[in-house]
């Protein structure tokens, strides 16, 4: 469980990094593009911030 925890650290920090400095993977690929249209980019940019939370308390539970 530790090896988890770990990478939900990881993939959390991703996520954040991504919604901070706004990278073309996060924003460019297909699937964004319709939650985008759909939520309009400060729902997706809510969303993102919610998924990189969720993956550091995650990891963090997992990890204590």
Known sequence: ???L???LLIYGAFVLA????????LYN???SKVLIKMM???????????????G????I???A
């Open 40 to 54: 309009g980019k400060t729902g997706y940019n809510i969303l993102i911030l919610v998924f990189g939370l969720a």
């Open 5 to 7: 925890g770990i990478i």
């Open 18 to 25: 991504g919604l901070l400095f706004q990278f073309p993977l």
């Open 56 to 59: 550091i308390i995650a990891g």
């Open 1 to 3: 469980m530790e090896i």
């Open 29 to 31: 690929n297909p699937k």
């Open 61 to 63: 539970l997992i990890l």
